[in-house]
């Protein structure tokens, strides 16, 4: 069904980061609420292990550790496109403790307009999208800050970016 240029865009207003509402879309990476904790290096330190399903290996990938940085977003923010990684997942956590918004699609051939969301990640929070998953470039809030990724690296050229543009209009608020 075609777009209708004419209507009101749709007002996406981010929700609360949890591990049951972001699951259909991947991880949230947290101590928080994680279980098991180890105690390690003597006492000094505790290990929260297993936080996300790291996805990278497929087509020969590897896991790949690199920092983003992002500068802050105007508000309100229209969304046009989405994009996704179909032979990996792809983690990121705010090295500088800053809040960052989140937008996901479920996995399918497109995203699905009216199934878009927006999750607010806070401080101690990040996200690990399942391959496929439909998400919105890096959306940082209040000042430039750095994201440490874990993603998929792979030699030579592939096919592990698909970008769509968005059919009906959405309008991110903050």
């Given at each position: 069904?075609?777009?209708?240029?004419?209507?009101?865009?749709?007002?996406?207003?981010?929700?609360?980061?949890?591990?049951?509402?972001?699951?259909?879309?991947?991880?949230?990476?947290?101590?928080?609420?994680?279980?098991?904790?180890?105690?390690?290096?003597?006492?000094?330190?505790?290990?929260?292990?297993?936080?996300?399903?790291?996805?990278?290996?497929?087509?020969?990938g590897r896991?790949?550790?690199?920092i983003f940085?992002?500068?802050?977003?105007?508000?309100?923010?229209?969304?046009?496109?989405?994009?996704?990684?179909?032979?990996?997942?792809?983690?990121?956590?705010?090295?500088?403790?800053?809040?960052?918004?989140?937008?996901?699609?479920?996995?399918?051939?497109?995203?699905?307009?009216?199934?878009?969301?927006?999750?607010?990640?806070?401080?101690?929070?990040?996200?690990?999208?399942?391959?496929?998953?439909?998400?919105?470039?890096?959306?940082?809030?209040?000042?430039?800050?750095?994201?440490?990724?874990?993603?998929?690296?792979?030699?030579?050229?592939?096919?592990?970016?698909?970008?769509?543009?968005?059919?009906?209009?959405?309008?991110l608020h903050?």
């Amino acid at each position: 069904m075609p777009a209708n240029h004419n209507a009101p865009p749709r007002v996406l207003v981010p929700e609360p980061l949890t591990p049951k509402a972001f699951a259909p879309f991947g991880d949230v990476i947290q101590a928080k609420g994680a279980l098991p904790s180890v105690t390690i290096n003597g006492g000094y330190a505790q290990r929260f292990n297993d936080l996300a399903a790291v996805d990278v290996a497929r087509g020969g990938g590897r896991a790949n550790i690199s920092i983003f940085r992002a500068k802050p977003r105007m508000f309100p923010l229209q969304l046009h496109s989405l994009e996704r990684h179909p032979l990996g997942s792809q983690a990121f956590f705010s090295l500088s403790q800053q809040p960052f918004l989140v937008v996901v699609a479920p996995v399918g051939d497109v995203p699905e307009t009216l199934l878009v969301r927006c999750f607010l990640a806070g401080p101690g929070q990040g996200v690990n999208y399942h391959a496929g998953t439909w998400h919105h470039a890096l959306i940082a809030l209040e000042s430039p800050g750095d994201f440490l990724v874990v993603d998929r690296a792979a030699e030579g050229a592939t096919d592990n970016c698909d970008e769509c543009e968005l059919g009906s209009k959405i309008s991110l608020h903050w």
